[in-house]
């Protein structure tokens, strides 16, 4: 798996480090810790789910989606280690390289990331000091093996080494833009930070949908704004219960419709909201026309005669 697909994306292999003692954590298992509902690890490989191949180096824990699973010799032997471990079973020309302590990495990053410009041989995303972040990074397959390999030749071995001596010959590019992305939990003060920004209100919904689409395996852009609009129209032109029945149902025609995807919400969701509004239109005051409203309250006998007439319409 090499180059790019074919609609002009980098095609590249993940490797997540998912060992380490999190002495700062109290010992705690830094990837299964929860933020927005999701454990740390899974948020993390929701970010890189374009990957060819995931590879984590760490004991065995539920994942969302399927991985690799290696150890690094001795297990807890540092970045380095993990990541030689890691790198035997990357076949792309370009890896990515993560900690899983990443709440907010996005796609987004990620995409920039493996799109490092040609001359450079990685790319590693900067955080809010401005510092680079070599656990948030893309890197060149082949380089970053040689780098280890002479470091091993070095060294005789590579646990315990620090990160500083197996990238300082690679020639980097930094990427700006996505501070919030290189956010990582390794205090519980920065884990309660995480957890108190997910619920901010200028992005908990959004969050709150991620977080439902990955727990029921829904691969799917949902129009957000549209839906929330369908639900006001539904609670208040007919009835407040019928906002989340509504939007289940919207949901319910769309998964019928097998494999037209966010074309079918859509299609779901124009239906009842014009229903909504027609529901709606009922309700207003009728014109003497007979537009703009119902025809009028039901006359005796349970006739749709307007106010004032008879069964028939007819004047009283």
Same mark, same amino acid.
């Given at each position: 798996?090499?180059?790019?697909?074919?609609?002009?994306?980098?095609?590249?292999?993940?490797?997540?480090?998912?060992?380490?003692?999190?002495?700062?954590?109290?010992?705690?298992?830094?990837?299964?810790?929860?933020?927005?509902?999701?454990?740390?690890?899974?948020?993390?490989?929701?970010?890189?789910?374009?990957?060819?191949?995931?590879?984590?180096?760490?004991?065995?824990?539920?994942?969302?989606?399927?991985?690799?699973?290696?150890?690094?010799?001795?297990?807890?032997?540092?970045?380095?280690?993990?990541?030689?471990?890691?790198?035997?079973?990357?076949?792309?020309?370009?890896?990515?390289?993560?900690?899983?302590?990443?709440?907010?990495?996005?796609?987004?990053?990620?995409?920039?990331?493996?799109?490092?410009?040609?001359?450079?041989?990685?790319?590693?995303?900067?955080? =809010?000091?401005? %510092? @680079?972040?070599?656990? !948030?990074? &893309?890197?060149?397959? #082949?380089?970053?093996?040689? $780098? +280890? *390999?002479?470091?091993?030749?070095?060294?005789?071995?590579?646990?315990?080494?620090?990160?500083?001596?197996?990238?300082?010959?690679?020639?980097?590019?930094?990427?700006?833009?996505?501070?919030?992305?290189?956010?990582?939990?390794?205090?519980?003060?920065?884990?309660?930070?995480?957890? =108190?920004?997910? %619920? @901010?209100?200028?992005? !908990?919904? &959004?969050?709150?949908? #991620?977080?439902?689409?990955? $727990? +029921? *395996?829904?691969?799917?852009?949902?129009?957000?704004?549209?839906?929330?609009?369908?639900?006001?129209?539904?609670?208040?032109?007919?009835?407040?219960?019928?906002?989340?029945?509504?939007?289940?149902?919207?949901?319910?025609?769309?998964?019928?419709?097998?494999?037209?995807?966010?074309? =079918?919400?859509?299609?779901?969701?124009?239906?009842?909201? &014009?229903?909504?509004?027609?529901?709606?239109?009922?309700?207003?005051?009728?014109?003497?026309?007979?537009?703009?409203?119902?025809?009028?309250?039901?006359?005796?006998?349970?006739?749709?005669?307007?106010?004032?007439?008879?069964?028939?319409?007819?004047?009283?």
């Amino acid at each position: 798996m090499t180059g790019e697909d074919e609609g002009g994306r980098v095609t590249y292999d993940a490797v997540v480090l998912a060992g380490g003692g999190a002495r700062r954590l109290g010992g705690a298992d830094k990837p299964s810790l929860r933020v927005g509902g999701r454990s740390l690890l899974d948020r993390v490989l929701g970010a890189c789910g374009a990957a060819g191949r995931t590879v984590v180096v760490g004991p065995r824990r539920p994942t969302v989606r399927p991985v690799h699973w290696v150890r690094e010799d001795p297990p807890g032997g540092g970045p380095v280690a993990g990541l030689a471990a890691g790198m035997r079973h990357v076949v792309a020309d370009t890896v990515l390289v993560l900690s899983a302590d990443l709440p907010f990495l996005t796609p987004d990053a990620v995409r920039e990331l493996v799109a490092m410009p040609p001359e450079c041989e990685g790319q590693q995303l900067l955080d =809010a000091q401005g %510092r @680079e972040q070599p656990l !948030v990074a &893309a890197y060149r397959t #082949e380089p970053l093996r040689r $780098e +280890l *390999g002479l470091l091993y030749a070095e060294h005789g071995g590579l646990s315990g080494l620090p990160l500083r001596l197996l990238l300082g010959e690679l020639r980097l590019s930094r990427l700006p833009g996505h501070v919030e992305a290189a956010f990582d939990c390794d205090t519980w003060d920065t884990v309660g930070a995480a957890r =108190a920004r997910i %619920r @901010e209100h200028d992005r !908990v919904l &959004a969050e709150w949908i #991620e977080t439902v689409k990955a $727990e +029921l *395996g829904i691969d799917l852009d949902v129009d957000t704004a549209a839906l929330l609009d369908l639900a006001r129209d539904a609670a208040h032109g007919v009835a407040r219960p019928a906002a989340p029945l509504t939007t289940f149902l919207v949901g319910y025609a769309a998964g019928r419709a097998a494999g037209e995807g966010r074309e =079918a919400v859509a299609e779901a969701t124009r239906k009842a909201t &014009a229903l909504a509004v027609r529901w709606a239109e009922e309700s207003a005051p009728a014109t003497p026309d007979g537009t703009g409203g119902p025809a009028g309250p039901a006359g005796p006998g349970g006739s749709p005669g307007a106010a004032g007439q008879g069964p028939t319409g007819e004047p009283r």
